[in-house]
């Protein structure tokens, strides 16, 4: 594509944003532009920040520094009616419609200013759905339930109230994640259509194919920072990827010392339908951490929620010390050894309202309370000793778990488990939202229960974290493993089999 | 606000919701003691401050307490269960029917109606965790069934009466100094204390109700906890039956009536959240004890006597009392919030 633009203003600009939750620092002073006529491709790994960028786009966040100009009005923050109001419309991967009104139905709500006595002119809606969908070249009757049309007939409904609501910067996150080849090359052409209509386009996807065959200019997002906008025709895929990881590894990692043991989890070809994972085989030895990468709806929670008995799976085999097992709650996975500790720390992993030493002992009530008769002092020095162990910051063990920072928080979810006396450690994202001292805490912790012997199987989106902590990493790709590769291998190469590139 | 109470927290107990409570308690008390209690014509003490005044009170407030005794640890899950009036109405005449017509002994008719509750909770918890249909919809479902199979067992015209004195003792004797029920009472309430606040179950029933998920994940059966408060709730409801056909000498259809309402308004003023969660046993004693003594001290007000409106007062002062105690209990909630928007 034509890596030379017009040299008209752009339709947006941000300049130095920046973003942080908490102690996170989302985004640290990006600079992002995008043209009239334009596809612009975001690119980076998960938590690269692109979907905290789209929301200071769209207006769902306020940026703490910087400044955006829409249409040539320079504001330090948008609202979403403002937003929408400037022509600014996002299309996310699950389309946002009222499933059971019909496609006009729900453009008329879209679009409709409200009309004396709140009266529907019926006729002047279906006239208006009808040349709205023939614009953008979709097939569908106006008075079609939303719910009877397929993923990608609902994108374009999206797509087609985008187009009415006369939006000029339209934005893309992953639209093709569920569609078929031929749906995706139909809604190329549908981009391709609006890009000639002098509309930019933000297109967010993981499938560098994509990019390649759609987009013109491409921005690179690492750690909260732009590391450059190019035109696509100058990159090629390695080039792309090298941006996307280009960094060093952290040294920060703790050292692996220990040769790993016997094997204590062996899972065969196991798979679980209705969570969408198949056939995946692996093994996890005592005193291993086996990291698990690939982008964000690999399967890899689904993985770890099939071995914790939450979604039982339906085919395969699991081995837990040589013996085969069947996990059909998480009741029964405890008595055997394992423990999860889930990603969302504030929904699953904690009980925000009740103190940190019962969030503590709860998997434990048959262990520590015999005849199901609590046993206050018991609770308190087993919550004491973990409090220490693991050095959580709290008023007191009686303190409530919603008090906590999130690293704390972690430590106290981490501290259920470590109370099971598993035999295997499932850590999903055990420092996602946790800033960067209590991080290298949970890191030290999680190489240091290794070196006792367990075994430690650890999820996580941050590339830096399964290299410079696995041991062997485990790359999931589409609901399966599809790579198992040595610890301490290239970034790039942990990031091109998770995006499915050969190397 | 109630707390989890936890042994070593002494420290807050003044602040805690149910210390309120029970000064709200004595002084309504002694409010009705100084303007309800008279000396008549005669010059016998009458009113509030008699001891039969106060006995018949306990006798009273038996049934609606075991009700709220049991409702306690469903609101704790954050459930509800709207159909213990009913079930009392069918298990009193289930019980006066397996008695009189079926010919069975006291003691094996009070039995089988016992069991007769918990299978009535069971169908309640069966379709509640089995088909995860919502607790509000699935009692008020078996609120409308157990009262129409009441009526249809009687034919609406049926009253079981002529009970013996040996079964009668149980509602209008006294015991060792305090109406029979009122030992029944007791130990019920005990047993609901250790339940809730001495054993895994009643931590169990908190996690649920703050978070059931997350209970989930921390691998607590969910199902067969949420399944243990209904069906207990039901063989608590038999027993409320047992101790009102006993109180009033006949099992009519139209049992408890209304006694859902009361004693879900007690376990609310009592402090339990009824979005799940927090809340305790003594506080729903207490939210009892205030709500029975309003109604019967209302009665023995020389004010509301030459109104006779004893029924009006207590309504609205309950209803108000209520909406106050909600509103109290949200509001920490709603400053916490804004504060963390801040």
């Not at chain 1, 920046?18 to 989302?26: D, E, Q």
């Not at chain 2, 306690?72 to 298990?91: E, F, M, R």
């Not at chain 2, 067969?224 to 039956?241: F, N």
């Not at chain 2, 029975?292 to 004893?310: D, E, H, Y």
Request: charged share 15%; aromatic share 6%.
């Amino acid at each position: 594509m034509a890596a030379t633009l017009p040299p008209s203003p752009p339709l947006l600009t941000l300049r130095r944003a920046a973003k942080s939750f908490g102690g996170v620092r989302a985004l640290r002073g990006v600079d992002f532009e995008l043209q009239a006529g334009e596809v612009h491709a975001l690119l980076g790994e998960n938590g690269a920040g692109k979907s905290t960028l789209i929301k200071l786009i769209t207006g769902a966040h306020r940026p703490d520094a910087g400044e955006i100009t829409v249409a040539n009005r320079t504001l330090t923050g948008l609202t979403p009616a403002l937003a929408q109001q400037l022509g600014i419309a996002c299309i996310y991967q699950q389309p946002a419609l009222f499933p059971d009104l019909t496609v006009e139905e729900n453009i008329g709500l879209r679009l409709e200013s409200s009309s004396p006595w709140q009266r529907i002119d019926w006729r002047a809606r279906r006239a208006r759905a009808t040349e709205l969908l023939r614009r953008v070249g979709a097939a569908i009757a106006p008075d079609t339930e939303v719910r009877t049309l397929s993923m990608p007939e609902q994108q374009l409904v999206e797509i087609t109230c985008a187009v009415g609501a006369g939006a000029r910067v339209v934005v893309m996150d992953e639209p093709t994640a569920s569609l078929t080849h031929l749906e995706q090359q139909q809604l190329f052409a549908v981009v391709r259509e609006l890009r000639t209509g002098g509309v930019g386009v933000i297109y967010i996807s993981h499938r560098l194919e994509e990019i390649f065959a759609l987009a013109d200019r491409v921005t690179v997002l690492r750690d909260g920072a732009s590391v450059g906008t190019h035109a696509v025709g100058d990159m090629t895929e390695t080039t792309l990827i090298k941006l996307m990881v280009g960094r060093e590894v952290a040294q920060l990692y703790p050292p692996s010392e220990c040769a790993a043991g016997e094997i204590v989890l062996r899972v065969h070809n196991v798979g679980c339908a209705a969570s969408g994972v198949r056939g995946v085989s692996f093994e996890v030895r005592a005193g291993e951490i086996f990291g698990l990468a690939g982008l964000v709806g690999a399967g890899r929670t689904e993985l770890a929620r099939i071995l914790f008995g939450q979604t039982p799976a339906d085919t395969g085999q699991i081995q837990l010390n040589g013996k085969s097992i069947a996990v059909r709650s998480p009741g029964e996975a405890i008595a055997l050894g394992l423990a999860y500790v889930p990603e969302d720390r504030r929904r699953h992993g904690v009980i925000l309202e009740m103190p940190i030493e019962e969030n503590m002992t709860m998997a434990i009530h048959a262990r520590i309370f015999p005849a199901a008769w609590l046993r206050f002092g018991r609770e308190r020095r087993l919550a004491l000793d973990f409090i220490r162990d693991l050095a959580v910051k709290c008023a007191g063990p009686n303190a409530p778990g919603g008090s906590l920072s999130g690293g704390n928080q972690q430590k106290v979810s981490l501290a259920r488990w470590l109370a099971t006396k598993p035999k295997l450690l499932i850590l999903d994202e055990p420092t996602q939202g946790v800033d960067v001292g209590a991080k290298s805490e949970i890191h030290k912790i999680i190489r240091g229960l290794a070196q006792e012997g367990l075994a430690v199987i650890m999820i996580s989106s941050d590339l830096p974290e399964i290299l410079g902590m696995s041991d062997r990493i485990g790359v999931m790709r589409s609901g399966t493993l599809t790579t198992v590769l040595p610890g301490g291998s290239d970034a790039s190469v942990v990031m091109a089999a998770a995006l499915g590139q050969p190397q | 606000m109630p707390l989890n109470s936890h042994p070593r927290d002494w420290k807050s107990a003044f602040l805690r919701y149910e210390t309120l409570l029970f000064v709200v308690l004595v002084a309504e008390w002694l409010l009705f003691y100084h303007y309800g209690t008279s000396t008549n014509r005669r010059g016998l003490v009458v009113g509030f401050g008699t001891l039969d005044r106060q006995f018949d009170i306990l006798r009273h407030s038996c049934e609606i307490g075991l009700l709220a005794l049991a409702l306690t640890p469903v609101i704790l899950t954050a459930g509800i269960d709207l159909s213990v009036g009913s079930l009392l109405g069918l298990c009193a005449i289930l019980f006066g029917k397996l008695w009189h017509d079926a010919g069975l002994s006291i003691p094996l008719a009070a039995g089988l109606t016992l069991v007769c509750g918990a299978l009535a909770g069971g169908l309640n918890a069966g379709l509640i965790t089995q088909l995860r249909l919502p607790p509000l919809i699935v009692t008020l479902g078996t609120y409308s069934l157990f009262r129409g199979l009441a009526e249809a067992i009687t034919h609406g015209s049926v009253t079981y009466t002529d009970f013996p004195a040996s079964f009668l003792f149980l509602g209008q004797e006294r015991w060792s100094g305090l109406p029979t029920q009122a030992w029944v009472f007791l130990v019920v309430g005990l047993g609901m204390w250790l339940l809730v606040h001495r054993t895994t179950f009643g931590r169990s029933f908190r996690a649920i109700g703050f978070s059931p998920e997350g209970a989930r994940y921390a691998g607590l059966p969910v199902e067969r906890r949420v399944a243990l408060v209904y069906v207990l709730t039901g063989v608590i409801a038999a027993l409320a039956a047992l101790i009102y056909t006993a109180r009033l000498g006949q099992a009519k259809a139209d049992a408890g009536t209304g006694y859902e309402l009361f004693a879900i308004t007690a376990v609310v003023f009592g402090g339990t959240s009824i979005f799940g969660g927090r809340g305790s046993i003594t506080g729903t004693l207490l939210g009892v004890a205030a709500i029975a003594v309003l109604k019967s001290g209302l009665a023995t007000l020389p004010v509301v006597i030459r109104m006779n409106a004893a029924e009006e007062m207590s309504g609205l002062l309950t209803g108000a009392l209520l909406l106050l105690a909600l509103t109290g209990s949200v509001l920490p909630k709603l400053f916490s919030t804004l504060r963390t928007k801040r």
